[in-house]
């Protein structure tokens, strides 16, 4: 039986296949309704250890179509080439992502999330998805883009140089040793250590300790 601390890193069956028909229904009509909001259920659990506030998670029709690249007719839509056995799976890649970075300060969106998927492009690129919360913290969290990332090396060193790496599933991994090899001449140190897959778990497993003993605590008082 799969463990509570595995569904974490896990979407739910049923999630999935919901997704995966709007998915269907996308590319039975990609040019219908472009603004149509996809519903990706909760935002996974490694998110909300990282600090976003918002409860939900949705992208859009024209998120899909930009992504597997199809041409829909919409002027300056930046076409991409990213597998349709990625973003069958897309959710399975966000629930446990190879690792998660905060924007660089450069972005359009300094405020969004990079989660890093662990796939590759058909040109063998990694495959990255743009998270941006709300504003308020009291909204959802968008997906504008899933996409190939070109300069990938140099990307992370850019990230690392400016302290945004906030996620790496495993130590050991060619994702973390790409940051342990990164030149930091020049740039702020670290204020807070990069996290990993088993970090969240103990993060995780101490909150439900505390709150099982607080609500052991109010039991307590209640029936003297």
């Known amino acids: 039986m799969e463990s ?4 974490l890193f896990r979407p ?9 028909e ?4 996308v590319l039975r009509n990609p ?6 909001i996809i519903e990706l259920g909760e935002l996974p659990a490694v998110y909300r250890e990282l600090g976003i506030k918002d409860k939900e998670l ?3 029709n024209k998120t899909v179509v930009k992504a597997l690249g199809i041409d829909i007719g919409i002027k300056d839509l930046h076409l ?4 349709f056995e990625t973003m069958e799976n897309l959710l399975t890649h966000l629930y446990n992502p190879e690792g998660v970075f905060k924007s660089l300060s450069t972005s359009k969106n300094p405020n969004s999330y990079i989660a890093i998927l662990g796939a590759k492009s058909i040109d063998g690129k ?14 959802f969290t968008f997906i504008p883009s899933v996409y190939e990332k070109d300069d990938f090396d140099k990307f992370v060193q850019y990230i690392h ?3 945004k790496v906030l996620y790496i599933r495993d130590k050991g991994s060619e994702l973390w040793g790409r940051t342990q090899c990164s030149p930091l001449h020049n740039s702020k140190p670290y204020k807070t250590r990069i996290l990993t897959r088993e970090d969240i778990v103990k993060r995780v497993m101490l909150r439900e300790r505390e709150e099982e003993a607080e609500a052991e605590e109010i039991r307590a008082r209640r029936e003297k």
């Open 58 to 60: 949705k992208m859009n």
């Open 161 to 163: 140089k400016e302290g």
């Open 126 to 139: 990694p495959i990255i998805a743009i998270l941006s919360p709300s504003k308020n913290d009291r909204g």
């Open 80 to 83: 991409h080439n990213v597998p």
């Open 12 to 20: 739910d069956a049923m999630l999935v296949k919901s997704y995966q």
């Open 31 to 36: 040019a219908g309704a472009p603004q149509r």
């Open 4 to 7: 509570d601390i595995e569904r």
């Open 22 to 25: 709007r998915l269907g229904d």
